[in-house]
């Protein structure tokens, strides 16, 4: 039989944000916090070291790159607990200014883990979400200034309300193709590859959104994008301007809205106020 207890469980947590994120939900949330990583080694380690503070994770492997992987936790969650009541969507890469692998290789591994995989973790855990559970995906204020950047026509399809997950998956799968052809800027995009996948994640959110209003009314489940903002972390790099500790406040602040909260719900949100999209 699954345990009664409420869980809550964050992606990519065994450094940066995600483990900070790991650590307010370990002493604000009532019920069990699961921490992933694709490493099983440095995810084991890493709940050693809240261990050591006197707080309580579990641990599970979670690569958001592999659908296998995805299920097993799908799996586990649905076997100990019955659902889910807490998903962070925290996982994602970001290649280094200076780095010098090609642009159109950026752009294939970098959507394959920010947007493509993080929508593979939602299809499989969404329906696993219990009623007024809560659904944080890390995005970036890029993903707007990257909006920004692109031509009017890819910024009205992205700021539709009615654009369809289908519609949202073919326009990431092009601007990769357009890398592939060297057509990328000609076609509309900005040369970031990250804030491209952004994008992918914010637009998804208030996709997302909308279906649980249309699909889970009475659910009262809310689901947001937010930027954590930029901050020290081995993606951030050591000039940026916030802690770890400042940069969990927003999406934490999303984990745990109160039961009785109405929103926000489908909004980007940073320094805990909804941003215009």
Known sequence: MPSCRRVALVTGANKGIGFTITRDLCRQFS????????????????????????????????????????RALRDFLRREYGGLDVLVNNSGIAFKTADTTPFHIQAEVTLKTNFFGTRDVCTELLPLIKPQGRVVN?????????????????????????????????????FVEDTKKGVHEKE????????????????????????LSEQRKGDKILLNSCCPGWVRTDMGGPNALKSPEEGAETPVYLALLPQDAEGPHGQFISEKKVQDW
């Open 31 to 70: 019920g069990d916090v699961v921490l992933t990583a694709r490493d099983a080694a440095r995810g084991q380690a890493a709940v050693q070291q809240l261990q050591a503070e006197g707080l309580s994770p579990r641990f599970h492997q979670l690569d958001i790159d592999d659908l296998q992987s995805i």
């Open 138 to 174: 890390v995005s970036s204020m890029m993903s707007l200034m990257t909006l920004k950047k692109c031509s009017p026509e890819l910024q009205q399809k992205f700021r539709s309300e009615t654009i369809t997950e289908d519609e949202l998956v073919g326009l990431m799968n092009k």
């Open 188 to 211: 509309g995009w900005p040369n970031t590859a990250y804030g491209v996948s952004k994008i992918g994640v914010t637009v998804l959110s208030r996709i997302q959104a909308r279906k």
